[in-house]
């Protein structure tokens, strides 16, 4: 399946982004989709997933109640709606999709999407 992520741009502090990744080539349904974030001088790490199936979805905890993520199967499409954005949550945004089996805090994803920037400004 191939992924393609967008939506990043500048944004102040405070403000709101939406983030989309669209998938192209398979039943998106079967996927579980993830997205994790790299920030400068970090390690990446996960933000925020959702199932295939139901979509229970999991957040870091320093997203949670800030960042939503949600998928619309009929469009292929997975979203990272992110409120009050904060300048530490500036990086490079990628989403990542597996058809292995869900948990909350599993992340293999085999399939990865390229990057989309995220900057917040203070």
């Known amino acids: 399946v191939q992924l393609q992520a967008c939506g990043g741009g500048l944004v102040q502090a405070g403000g709101l982004l939406r983030l989309s990744c669209k998938a192209a080539?398979?039943?998106?349904?079967?996927?579980?989709v993830g997205w994790f974030r790299q920030s400068p001088g970090k390690e990446r790490e996960s933000v925020a997933r959702?199932?295939?199936?139901?979509?229970?979805?999991s957040y870091v905890d320093s997203v949670e109640g800030r960042f939503f993520i949600s998928r619309d199967n009929a469009k292929n499409t997975v979203y990272l709606q992110m409120n009050t954005l904060k300048p530490e949550d500036t990086g490079v945004y990628y989403c990542?999709?597996?058809?292995?089996?869900?948990?909350?805090?599993?992340?293999?994803?085999?399939?990865w999407g390229q990057g989309t920037q995220v900057t917040v400004s203070s």
């Open positions: 990542a999709a597996d058809s292995g089996p869900w948990s909350p805090t599993r992340d293999i994803y085999t399939y």
């Open positions: 080539g398979r039943t998106f349904s079967n996927f579980n």
């Open positions: 959702i199932s295939s199936g139901f979509g229970i979805t």
